[in-house]
């Protein structure tokens, strides 16, 4: 059921019925309930809509109500319904954080026009804190997606875009470029409280899977000697990271799509269905269209998947992330291991853009840790089979010094084409031979 607009409290059957009608006939979604125990279990600090609450009640009245609810959302309008006694008291509520007080007996009219007042400022309340907490989530990416190529920022605006929605997400990348990582980043930015609960769909023999995912009761097969929770039961509330999803075995895929669209489970050997709120995040090294394509995926399943897909890109194609990402992994590894972070010199910050690097991030990180220790770069050993063509080399080099200089004068190409000595024009061109047209200003 959608959340009312309205919460009405009123202990009088007829007044609340009457209060409700009049605001459903002016298409505000309105519903009553005669206690504050009842409506408190219907409010929390995000709720969209405002209260109307009689002061006079049974139990707890409308102006301790009042202060619970100015403690859990200060900005939540409460309006008051007051007697004629009441007045001094509809004065103190003001003075408390009321949003206004209306006085019985009271027209429709006057009920329908305070409550259209008290909803646009809610509106607008709700719609500022979801932004602000969209950069703020935004500017906690920064600091855990490394990157400053346009690639790295588009994906984190994606990751804060998404995080929020309930879709179902599906991530692919190569091998170690932060697929994990971001899966992570979503869950933490939903604002889901339950967990993220990781299944690798690779490394479970088929027999277990269905047990391990939906979970069983006793005697559900031999060996089934205690009940089990599965993976989608335990990410109830939160988020279940499906890593591999391509090896998940295909009859798998059949009963796995049919709980994406019903979000109902039943334990294996038993009948109970139980609905679980869950969000899943999937992720593949493989191009998942191919798989599809060559029947080694499910169609359906990758279409219900597929609706939000996030693409990581590989190292290689953004190669001036290379020196803030060796950086960040060499202090981060110098710090692990106790000591001074060393000098990372150009000449290794040459080599390491030159590479092709295909273990990505991870490879990387290996390396600086390497580097921390004193070991020699394993690179060395093997960058003649895997270094670029000098060409392409020469190219990604030149490409983050403009990139950096660029941001450095803040996109102001006239004093980066000064400082870098090139002819304007040359820049320019550069400029958009590499894409950096997102950096100039
Ligand atoms: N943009 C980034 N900034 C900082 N650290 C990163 C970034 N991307 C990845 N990492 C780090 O690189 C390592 C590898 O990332 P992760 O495990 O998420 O990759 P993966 O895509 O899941 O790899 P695999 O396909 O091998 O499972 C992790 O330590 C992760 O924290
Ligand atoms: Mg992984």
Redesign the pocket.
Known sequence: MQEPQVLIIEDDADVRLGCVQALMLEGIRAQGVCSTEKARRLIDADFGGVVVSDIRLPGQDGMSFLRDITALDAALPVILVTGHADIATAVQAMRDGAYDFIQKPFSSQLLVEVVRRALEKRTLTLEVRGLKRQLAAFGGLES????RSAL?DDLRRTIADVATTSADILIQ??????????ARCLHDLSGRRGPFVALNCGGLPEALFESEIFGHEVGAFSGAVKRRIGKIEHAGGGTLFL?EIESMPMAMQVKFLRVLQERIIERLGSNQQIPVDFRVVA?T?LDLAAETAAGRFRNDLYFRLNVVRVD?PPLRVRRE?VPI?FE?FVVQAALRHGREPPEIKDTIVRELMAYAWPG???EL?NIAERHVLGIRLAIEATSLERTLPLAEAVDAFEKSLIAEELRRQHGNVLRTAKILAVAKSTLFDKIRKYGLDGDMR
């Open positions: 855990r997606i490394i990157g790295i990348g190569e091998t170690g470029t932060g697929k994990e990582l971001v890593d992720a090294k990581l992330d990402l960040h990505n991030i991870r990180r």
